[in-house]
């Protein structure tokens, strides 16, 4: 089955500098690459995805690459500001053939110092 | 729209005792899937229903876990007899569409410590 590794497990940064989250996947057939962002007290949000035939995705300040090849995919938060601090999770499936789980990453706890 | 809700959002209870977890999902999505976070670690898929029918349990980690989804609307989560290392968030998520486009919306979770 899937495995994602994601790092780093913690990432400070100051606020208005950019923030980055790797992971990994081992499952070539994984064609969906979800990011989720969850604050205290609530559930895993969507903030951005991008799907295997795409290489680049951006949403205002965050960006997500995706390198099929090494079967890489990241998150870039530029420009951060305090509200960017939760926790982050990537996320892979294979959306073809009814399979629809997420296999997610380990999470990253993004702190903005003000 | 309301959301995905869960309800208990925390229950304490001691090894050997049951409890049942509770989601209603955003009206008129299909698509439920329970998900469960042990502390620290990634966020584990449990189990897939298409309206009242289990598409995937592969997840369930054993016999102690029962899911239900009775008239394909709210579904609960049965864990008897809790055991130490159940413990953890349990999250519910539902989408309106499979395949590539379906979003999963997920609850605030409910948090589950066994004592």
């Known amino acids: 089955g899937e495995n994602v590794e994601q790092h780093p497990s913690t990432l400070s940064v100051q606020e208005g500098d950019s923030a980055v989250i790797k992971c990994t996947y081992s499952?070539?057939?994984?064609?969906?690459f979800p990011w989720y962002k969850q604050e205290l007290g609530k559930g895993p949000q969507l903030i951005i995805d991008?799907?295997?035939?795409?290489g680049e995705k951006k949403d205002q300040r965050i960006a997500v690459t995706l390198n099929k090849t090494a079967k890489h995919f990241s998150l870039h938060i530029t420009e951060t500001q305090p509200e960017d601090s939760a926790v982050y999770f990537c996320?892979?499936?294979?959306?073809?053939?009814?399979?629809?789980?997420?296999?997610f990453g380990t999470g990253t706890r993004l702190t903005i110092i003000p | 729209e309301a959301g995905v809700t869960q309800f208990p959002s925390h229950s304490v209870i001691e090894k050997g005792q049951t409890v049942t977890l509770r989601c209603d999902p955003i009206s008129g999505h299909d698509n439920l899937y329970w998900y469960r976070r042990v502390m620290g670690k990634e966020i584990k898929f449990l189990l897939h229903f298409v309206k009242e029918s289990k598409q995937d349990e592969s997840g369930m980690p054993n016999n102690r876990f029962l899911a239900e989804r009775t008239g394909g609307t709210y579904s609960t989560l049965k864990v008897q007899p809790a055991e130490l290392e159940d413990s953890g968030v349990y999250f519910c998520a539902s989408s309106q569409e499979l395949g590539i486009s379906g979003e999963q919306y997920f609850g605030p979770g409910t948090r589950l410590t066994v004592t």
């Open positions: 991008i799907r295997s035939n795409v």
């Open positions: 499952d070539s057939a994984s064609n969906y």
């Open positions: 996320a892979a499936v294979d959306a073809n053939f009814g399979n629809e789980k997420l296999t």
